[in-house]
């Protein structure tokens, strides 16, 4: 059986995928556009588009969570032949609600590998013991500790952890090796405007690494103007273990997270990238 190609019936139809696929990566707009031309190109675009969410408003909590539950129950010809949610694999919450529509995404996305998050993580836990989530890489951010840090709410499954935090709640991460036995990589992005809250910090890292033998990589990013200043100060130190590295924080962590999508680093550099 041969897919019909109309309007393009002299293109050979893997040229004309690509062709598709290119525009739906390059331009949203687009990739929304061609879902609507024919049947074989949404069935194209789809696994773009969803393969990374991200959810910065209520508004977009609801629509997403009412997609997912009215995807399946429409024309025949328009039912994707992999089910949304399966399609989803990098998944990005920063609104602050509804929690019962959150909760319901993250049960529904299965296949989930990377979750952010940007709501109150203890929230969450009046749905549960835990995140109901798959991924084992899990970010943090914005104002999902406000209430501190919910090592409860965590998978004890995750391995990559990217959190960021307050220089108050920052010593409460000396026990993060008891909560997460699985963990590899710790990305900790922190707000330092002095000199003087380096000894602080650098005494936090040392404990984590000092009592844990299977943290791989621990990134300390430095939010605040002084960024920059204080990143040199640190690198400037005499003894550093091998596996922390710190860095300047690169901007908005939301959209750090966006483009590491596309990176082949992110938050979790090599060394050698930095």
Known sequence: ?????????????????????????????????????????????????????????????????ETLSTMNTGSERLTPSIPLHIRVKNLAIFALGPMDSIHRILSTCTDVQSLACGFSVQHMLHFGPRLVSPARELHLLGMSCRDGIPFTAIPMTTTHLHIQLSLDTLPYMNCVNDHLPELTHLALSVPITHVKSLGLVLSVIECILENSS??????????????????????????????????????????QWMEARRLPYGVWPAASHL
Do not use: N
């Open 1 to 65: 059986m041969t897919t019909d190609t109309r309007p393009f019936p002299d293109m050979p139809i893997d040229i004309l995928r690509e062709v598709v696929e290119c525009a739906a990566s390059s331009d949203l707009q687009s990739a929304l556009s061609l879902t609507l031309v024919s049947s074989y190109t949404r069935q194209w675009t789809l696994p773009l588009l969803y393969h990374t969410v991200r959810l910065s408003s209520s508004r977009a909590v609801s629509t997403f969570h």
């Open 214 to 255: 299977e943290i791989q990589l621990l990134h300390l990013q430095v939010m605040g103007f002084k960024g920059g200043e204080l990143v040199d100060t640190i690198e400037q130190s005499q003894k550093r273990d091998s596996r922390f590295i710190v860095s300047r924080t690169p901007g908005a962590l939301s959209r």
